[in-house]
């Protein structure tokens, strides 16, 4: 079975911007989760979503936002990019929103 | 934030020795998780528990969920340089609405 993929691996962007992360889960998961990761903050949880909607959602601002397809593939979008947005981006799916599996990330540096 | 408590933040150790390492809350927990993750790329999951006092392996890796529910330790046997790298706990639970919360990480430095 495929695990979690996402794209793009890298990404560079500048201040202002706005940027499109997408997450593939393995197939047969219906949640999917987004994590921020930062070497000052660790592991953020951003948000879920399961079966198309927001089941979940962590203490980010507005300009963080997600959505989940039908085949549960998810997208995660960040506006008005800040310097402060730099950091590696993982998506994790889990069946059900219990144990989740790790893509390798989208690391997003915004100049 | 971190809501775990994960300790400790950093060791360095000498090839062959056993490690470990262990994450506390003042919390329950209904899910246990210990993840590996590699400079560049994503955690990969190395272990998973859901019961308490469950003890589990995976070759050289035993760990525990703790009988209170509130903590979870990580043995590694015999670390071998491939060891480097950092690890995650994780942990589950209905205060959080079952999101999960992770500890800040224990970075492995593995002298050979």
Known sequence: KA?????PRYLIKTRGQQVTLSCSPISGHRSVSWYQQTPGQGLQFLFEYFSETQRNKGNFPGRFSG???SNSRSEMNVST??????ALYL???SLDGGTQYFGPGTRLLVL | GQQLNQSPQSM???EGEDVSMNCTSSSIFNTWLWYKQDPGEGPVLLIALYKAG???SNGRLTAQFGITRKDSFLNISASIPSDVGIYFCAGSTMEYGN??????????????
Do not use: H, M, P
């Open chain 1, 3 to 7: 695990g979690v993929t996402q794209t």
């Open chain 1, 91 to 93: 998506c994790a799916s």
């Open chain 2, 99 to 112: 999101k999960l919360v992770f500890g800040a990480g224990t970075i492995l430095r593995v002298k050979s």
């Open chain 1, 81 to 86: 990019l800040e310097l402060g947005d730099s």
């Open chain 2, 12 to 14: 360095f150790i000498q």
């Open chain 2, 54 to 56: 469950e003890l589990t």
């Open chain 1, 67 to 69: 959505r989940q397809f």
